[in-house]
């Protein structure tokens, strides 16, 4: 034996543990705010993270403006029913949508995307129309007591009239999986005509237009940035839905607001329009959507000269149009709307305006 005291040796694990037990006997309320970081950070790992590629989705138009725009597709399993566009407009760290989508599920998806990708709280829904695959999507903010949906009165009522079936339509279409839990939440009737709505791209002025894609169809219009939104009235490689319009309301509805001169188009997806012609080739929205409009209203004028009957209006082909989406399905109900809206116009000697948007 040497005269060297004996030396015992922890192993480091016993040793990190009693130095842990020490410095929390000696700290308290460290080792309590540490339980209490430790479970705040569990439970944010807990909540909903953000949406995979949700950056993706959003296009910035303008500063404060952006859009996911719909699928040029008719409703499937495929698209979910995502066939329309949302519209988010900033202001400071809350944002307005407009249209929040076809159903709970896409709605939570336009939420927090726009919560994760843009660091925006939507504190404000505007329904644009009584349409499903627009405004089946409020069902992702019942639960969300700071935020307002609102809409015209027309369309409130078209909404507690139709909705319930339109449901149930959207779900044979897009599949039970992508409208599960999908409820109908109807909005304030609190839009009218002339509203203003302050955002950080400026000033929007509220415009409704009665009996053209819908009974009210909602278009927001920005001077400043000359801007335009029109999310039922302006569709792009898809084929227009004459089930609750009129024909000739909806040619004076994109004359007018042509008259505006936008530069940006917002409805099933972003376009430039600065004047372009009405033809299909061409990339503005508002052009195309006259330009289909017009060519399927003289399309049946000119069958009515030649002393053709409705029974045959279904025969009535576009060419130009047959690769939109949606040809085969709604072209020919879209004649027969057309023949029933325009025969009285013709026999009382009416015209249809249709020179190009120049």
């Given at each position: 034996m040497t005269g060297r005291p004996a030396v015992t040796r922890t192993r480091p694990g016993r040793l990190w543990q009693a130095a842990w037990l020490l410095f929390a006997l000696l700290r308290p309320g460290w080792l309590e705010a540490r339980e209490t970081e430790t479970a705040a950070t569990a439970a944010a790992e807990a909540r909903p993270g953000c949406p995979p590629a949700s950056a993706a989705h959003w296009q910035a138009i303008v500063p404060g403006v952006w859009l996911w725009p719909g699928a040029a597709q008719e409703i499937g399993p495929g698209n979910r029913g995502q066939v329309a566009s949302q519209i988010l407009l900033r202001?400071?760290?809350?944002?307005?949508?407009?249209?929040?989508?076809?159903?709970?599920?896409?709605?939570?998806?336009?939420?927090?995307?726009?919560?994760?990708?843009?660091?925006?709280?939507?504190?404000?829904?505007?329904?644009?129309?009584?349409?499903?695959?627009?405004?089946?999507?409020?069902?992702?903010?019942?639960?969300?007591?700071?935020?307002?949906?609102?809409?015209?009165?027309?369309?409130?009522?078209?909404?507690?009239?139709?909705?319930?079936?339109?449901?149930?339509?959207?779900?044979?279409?897009?599949?039970?999986?992508?409208?599960?839990?999908?409820?109908?939440?109807?909005?304030?009737?609190?839009?009218?005509?002339?509203?203003?709505?302050?955002?950080?791209?400026?000033?929007?002025?509220?415009?409704?237009?009665?009996?053209?894609?819908?009974?009210?169809?909602?278009?927001?219009?920005?001077?400043?940035?000359?801007?335009?939104?029109?999310?039922?009235?302006?569709?792009?490689?898809?084929?227009?839905?004459?089930?609750?319009?009129?024909?000739?309301?909806?040619?004076?509805?994109?004359?007018?607001?042509?008259?505006?001169?936008?530069?940006?188009?917002?409805?099933?997806?972003?376009?430039?329009?600065?004047?372009?012609?009405?033809?299909?080739?061409?990339?503005?929205?508002?052009?195309?959507?006259?330009?289909?409009?017009c060519a399927l209203a003289q399309g049946v004028l000119k069958a009515m000269e030649l002393g053709r009957s409705a029974n045959e209006a279904p025969e009535l082909a576009l060419p130009a149009y047959t690769g939109w989406a949606g040809y085969a399905e709604r072209h020919g109900f879209n004649v027969q709307r057309a023949w029933r809206e325009l025969e009285p116009h013709w026999m009382n000697g009416g015209q249809v305006d249709c020179t190009a948007l120049d």
């Amino acid at each position: 034996m040497t005269g060297r005291p004996a030396v015992t040796r922890t192993r480091p694990g016993r040793l990190w543990q009693a130095a842990w037990l020490l410095f929390a006997l000696l700290r308290p309320g460290w080792l309590e705010a540490r339980e209490t970081e430790t479970a705040a950070t569990a439970a944010a790992e807990a909540r909903p993270g953000c949406p995979p590629a949700s950056a993706a989705h959003w296009q910035a138009i303008v500063p404060g403006v952006w859009l996911w725009p719909g699928a040029a597709q008719e409703i499937g399993p495929g698209n979910r029913g995502q066939v329309a566009s949302q519209i988010l407009l900033r202001d400071g760290d809350s944002a307005t949508l407009i249209d929040p989508g076809p159903s709970l599920a896409h709605g939570r998806l336009v939420r927090e995307s726009a919560r994760c990708a843009l660091g925006l709280t939507i504190t404000r829904v505007l329904d644009s129309h009584a349409h499903a695959e627009n405004v089946l999507g409020n069902a992702a903010f019942a639960a969300f007591a700071g935020v307002r949906l609102e809409a015209s009165p027309a369309t409130l009522a078209g909404m507690r009239a139709r909705c319930p079936q339109c449901l149930a339509s959207i779900t044979q279409k897009a599949g039970q999986a992508a409208l599960d839990g999908t409820t109908v939440l109807l909005p304030e009737a609190s839009l009218r005509p002339g509203q203003q709505l302050a955002s950080d791209s400026g000033r929007w002025q509220i415009m409704e237009f009665r009996a053209a894609h819908s009974d009210s169809d909602l278009v927001l219009w920005n001077e400043e940035q000359r801007l335009l939104i029109a999310p039922s009235l302006v569709y792009q490689d898809r084929i227009p839905e004459l089930a609750q319009g009129s024909l000739l309301g909806w040619l004076a509805a994109l004359r007018q607001l042509h008259q505006l001169r936008p530069v940006w188009v917002l409805g099933q997806q972003a376009s430039r329009h600065a004047g372009l012609s009405a033809t299909p080739a061409q990339t503005s929205g508002l052009a195309a959507s006259h330009g289909y409009l017009c060519a399927l209203a003289q399309g049946v004028l000119k069958a009515m000269e030649l002393g053709r009957s409705a029974n045959e209006a279904p025969e009535l082909a576009l060419p130009a149009y047959t690769g939109w989406a949606g040809y085969a399905e709604r072209h020919g109900f879209n004649v027969q709307r057309a023949w029933r809206e325009l025969e009285p116009h013709w026999m009382n000697g009416g015209q249809v305006d249709c020179t190009a948007l120049d």
